[in-house]
């Protein structure tokens, strides 16, 4: 994760901790913490673009660094839905699991990148990171049409990383993803490493 | 969304019957920090203070029952001793209830239909240290972006001082609903508020809370005075009591003793100055009022276009076919905004 994307997620995170009046009021009952969490999860397996890799920083384990951002606005979220009268038990599987998702995606990326090449990764994140998200909103659409979806289709826009940090807005238990973050850690980082390899298989050709 | 509606619909249709709650006389003998009582519905009395060895005190404590009206036997009390160790001059007896609500059932159904008044705190905001602390953690963190350990660390220390940093007090939420009606001349004062609601000491009525926590008590602070409460971290708690008219003043609007309500029909105000008021006649439409003072007729509607609406919690899940009176009153504790409910007299005879 590069620093203005870090910036980004830090502000976009902050800012339900910082809304006032009808912006506030307009964030209603929701978790705060699960708020937070979308963003960063959305944002720290980001791929390198062009310039970082031509830089040599995308090589970096930048997801410590983009970690101690991120808890600052996560903790003071935390603090505000336990003020509202959220679980604690529902505060700490947000938690947990969501350090557990960034990291596999803020180490997915760096494997990835130092693997030389990250086509396939960067195809994979778009996949299970904003597809599974952008699957779901088209099976909402598809609901209120008749027939039924496609099963494995459902299933799979379940597993998302970021459809269960949305699950998490509403107060109440929702079961840890421990399928998606498995799924996810396999996908991603199969993906760095065919990378790698086929970075490896150029440089012996040329 | 229509699910929904529905489902609150008939919650306030079939609402069930209120927690009542007795005065019983508790006479405690020290050494004791306090006292707590297993009443009914999963309501507990807590009665906080200390006494020291030797000393002695009557008082009176509000303890729900699970039965109406209350059973002759007074549930026993639980000492809570200063030490880990029970003094055994301590000592705690509970008399049988002196008064207790009338049966909930024998209400008018009118009146035990009437939806409770929505409390909804505002979230509270995190407030100008945490956002302080936020931007310098950010500050720090991106100055030694390439020094791993120390971003993290600031961000840790961070975190974890957003829980101990000081908070400001929540906002009170608070509210106020007399609940009229015309068929028997009864009212129903119904006062709620988040967290904490004071009640009269030696009072006695019907308690609710949203929603039904076992974390809701009955408290009574022996400091300053017996202080009675309703407690219970984030909840949404309620007292209800009634006020009966007597049949005169139903009849000739006299004059009423202080303490009594009158009625509110469109004829005569005989509750209170009301700074807005709006009527709903049997055909179902609403008219504003404007202000109505006490002991004058109902104004003329005022049928500008800026006239307000009334607030959709209030008028909501009221009979059909019936005139019926809504207002803001002009009375009122600070910070407590005062509402009344008028359903005038039914032609079906209603009268209990």
């Not at chain 2, 972006?145 to 975190?159: D, S």
């Amino acid at each position: 994760m590069n620093r203005a994307a870090a910036v980004l997620a830090w502000a976009l995170s902050a800012a339900p901790c910082a809304a006032w009046g009808a912006a506030r009021e307009s964030l209603g009952d929701a978790s705060r913490l699960a708020l937070a969490t979308v963003v960063w999860l959305a944002l720290v397996g980001l791929p390198a673009g062009r310039r970082e890799r031509r830089a040599g920083t995308a090589t970096a384990r930048a997801w410590p660094r983009a970690l101690g951002l991120a808890l600052p606005p996560a903790a003071c979220a935390a603090w505000l839905d336990l003020r509202a009268g959220h679980a604690p038990q529902d505060l700490w599987t947000t938690a947990v699991a969501g350090l557990l998702l960034f990291v596999v995606l803020g180490e997915a990326r760096r494997m990835a990148a130092r693997a030389g090449g990250d086509g396939l990764y960067a195809l994979a994140w778009l996949a299970i990171v904003p597809g599974t998200l952008g699957l779901r909103a088209a099976l909402d659409w598809a609901a209120l049409g008749p027939g039924e979806p496609f099963a494995p289709v459902v299933w799979l826009a379940e597993r998302g990383p970021l459809d269960w940090a949305f699950a998490r807005l509403a107060p109440g238990p929702e079961p840890a993803p421990w399928i998606s973050v498995a799924a996810l850690a396999v996908g991603l980082w199969a993906a760095g490493a065919i990378d790698g390899r086929r970075a490896r298989a150029g440089e012996e050709l040329r | 969304m229509i699910a929904v509606v529905l489902a609150c619909t008939v919650h306030m249709a079939t609402r069930a019957p209120q927690d009542a709650f007795a005065t019983h006389e508790l006479r405690l003998e020290g050494p004791l920090e306090g006292v707590s009582i297993e009443g009914g519905a999963g309501w507990t009395t807590r009665v906080v203070g200390e006494l020291g060895a030797g000393e002695g005190r009557t008082l009176r404590v509000p303890v729900v029952t699970a039965d109406a009206p209350p059973r002759a036997a007074a549930p026993m009390p639980v000492l809570v001793p200063r030490s880990e160790d029970a003094d055994p001059g301590a000592d705690a007896a509970l008399a049988p209830a002196l008064f207790a609500p009338p049966d909930w059932d024998g209400l008018p159904d009118g009146l035990r239909r009437r939806a409770l008044p929505p409390l909804r705190a505002s979230r509270a905001g995190a407030g100008t240290p945490r956002l302080a602390l936020l931007a310098a953690a950010a500050v720090l963190s991106l100055a030694f972006w390439r020094r791993t350990p120390v971003a993290l660390a600031a961000g840790l220390v961070a975190g974890m001082a957003c829980f101990v940093l000081p908070e400001r007090p929540p906002p009170r939420v608070a509210v106020e609903v007399l609940e009229g009606d015309g068929a028997s001349g009864r009212w129903l004062r119904v006062r709620g508020a988040v967290a904490s609601l004071e009640l009269e000491p030696g009072s006695s009525g019907w308690c609710e809370s949203v929603p039904a926590s076992s974390e809701r008590r009955l408290e009574v602070t022996l400091a300053g005075g017996p202080r009675w409460s309703l407690v219970g971290e984030g909840l949404a708690l309620y007292a209800l009591e009634e006020h009966a008219l007597e049949e005169h003043v139903l009849e000739e609007t006299a004059l009423l003793e202080a303490g009594e309500l009158g009625g509110l029909g469109p004829e005569r105000n005989d509750l209170e100055d009301l700074a807005a008021v709006w009527r709903r006649d049997g055909a179902g439409r609403w008219t504003f009022h404007g202000p109505w003072e006490r002991g004058t007729a109902l104004p003329a509607p005022d049928a500008g276009e800026d006239a307000p609406d009334p607030p959709g919690w209030l008028i909501s899940a009221l009979p059909q076919g019936v005139g019926i009176s809504v207002a803001r009153s002009a009375a009122g504790a600070e910070g407590v905004p005062r509402w009344a409910r008028w359903v005038d007299r039914t032609s079906f005879g209603e009268r209990r």
